[in-house]
Nanobody
Framework: QVQLVEFGGGLVQAGGSLRLSCAAS????????LGWFRQAPGKEREFVAS????????AYADSVKGRFTISRDNAKNTVYLQMNSLNAEDTAIYYC???????????????????WGQGTQVTVSS
């Protein structure tokens, strides 16, 4: 089992920045690919970003590419999502997730992730 807890959500003005953190406990964190997803009201949960367990590879949704950065610190069992140039369309509940994968593999689909956090609300005011 891997337990995931997200931190760092909140209210921010359009154009602002937030950094989300996700702390993990339980089984060996460093062997899991990690991802961030988000779900806006009335919409499906969508992929935002993923990072391989080695940290060598990352992937982003087109809607956040160039604005968001995913990173991880295996020594601290934590994954981060730095979000810049936020806009109203980024308003959602953000979830971190973990899935088993090869050292350089990123995971792009919900079904590939086994463990999920409870989510943290991000609200961007325009």
């Amino acid at each position: 089992q891997v337990q995931l807890v997200e931190f760092g959500g909140g209210l921010v003005q359009a154009g602002g920045s937030l950094r989300l953190s996700c702390a993990a406990s339980g089984r060996t964190f460093s062997t899991y690919a990690l991802g961030w997803f988000r779900q806006a009201p009335g919409k499906e949960r969508e992929f935002v970003a993923s990072i391989s367990w080695s940290g060598a590879n990352t992937a982003y949704a087109d809607s956040v590419k160039g604005r968001f950065t995913i990173s991880r610190d295996n020594a601290k069992n934590t994954v981060y999502l730095q979000m810049n140039s936020l806009n109203a369309e980024d308003t959602a509940i953000y979830y971190c997730a973990a899935g088993l994968a090869g050292s350089s593999t990123v995971l792009l689909h919900r079904v590939q992730y086994v463990y999920w956090g409870q989510g943290t609300q991000v609200t961007v005011s325009s």
